[in-house]
């Protein structure tokens, strides 16, 4: 029997994230064809791939590209809500629209403010009717918005539901850190082999078991704040078993 006491968990506060993991084409011919498409758009400096998401975590005291990858065992609590978190910025919005079609808010240096929605961080709006939502900062932009319209993204809606774009007078709260809040799911995590399933248009690399793994797809999307108590966080910080995907 080991004397080697067993690592304690440790707590560590974040954001729900998908990862890829690159996977090899189905078919000579597609992979053939992702070649020709690469060497064409190689000066770009991007490259297409075909790939699954994975699961894991984005602390909030570390940079946007550290994601850590899900263990199956680790403890984790998902808010829905903030009651008590550490404030990025607060205040009302308010547009300077000399310089952005869509505005940038007043007394605050544009790179602070498009980082925080860039970041996806929690956030908490209230508009002008009184009306309280809680969701992630999202830079929301497609073809016509003629640039990036600054929005929340509510918790617990999908697609065009949740999306929420701010409006001058809105009361804005920006969270950096998040401790406590109405909890959506908690539990303990609980992983399928490393199998390459479709769920819709998704291709997933692992299973949930835990929660249907459309829920915890949806939530991952939504950056939901969490609590994660886990082992081996330096070990996971230094593997880099997945790549970062981009929401």
């Not at 020709?36 to 005291?61: P, Q």
């Not at 629209?97 to 505005?103: E, F």
């Not at 016509?144 to 319209?149: P, Y």
């Not at 082999?193 to 459309?214: A, D, M, N, Y």
Request: charged share 30%; hydrophobic share 35%; aromatic share 10%.
């Amino acid at each position: 029997m080991s004397n080697v006491a067993p690592l304690r968990r440790v707590k560590k506060a974040g954001m729900l994230t998908t990862m890829r993991v690159e996977l090899p084409y189905a078919t000579a011919e597609d992979q053939a064809k992702a070649d020709k498409l690469n060497a064409e758009i190689k000066h770009l400096g991007v490259r297409t791939v075909r790939s699954a998401y994975d699961w894991g975590v984005t602390l909030f005291n570390k940079p946007k590209a550290d994601k850590i990858k899900f263990e199956t065992g680790d403890l984790v609590k998902v808010f829905k809500t903030v009651t008590d978190g550490d404030v990025q910025w607060e205040g009302t919005v308010d547009y300077d629209r000399s310089q952005h079609h869509h505005g940038l808010q007043k007394g605050m240096k544009p790179e602070a403010w498009q980082n925080m929605f860039y970041a996806r961080l929690p956030a908490r709006l209230e508009r002008k009717d009184g009306t309280v939502l809680f969701g992630a900062l999202e830079p929301f932009c497609e073809t016509g918005t003629e640039g990036v319209i600054w929005s929340v993204h509510e918790y617990g809606k999908a697609s065009y539901d949740g999306l929420n774009c701010l409006e001058e007078g809105d009361e804005l709260t920006v969270y950096k850190n998040v401790r406590d809040g109405e909890i959506e799911w908690q539990g303990a995590l609980d992983f399928g082999p490393e199998k390459v399933e479709k769920i819709g248009w998704s291709e997933i690399f692992r299973q949930t078991l835990h929660v249907p793994t459309q829920d915890w797809l949806q939530m991952s999307w939504e950056n939901r704040p969490v609590i994660v108590e886990a082992r081996n966080w330096t070990q996971r910080m230094s593997k880099q078993e997945a790549k970062p995907c981009q929401n």
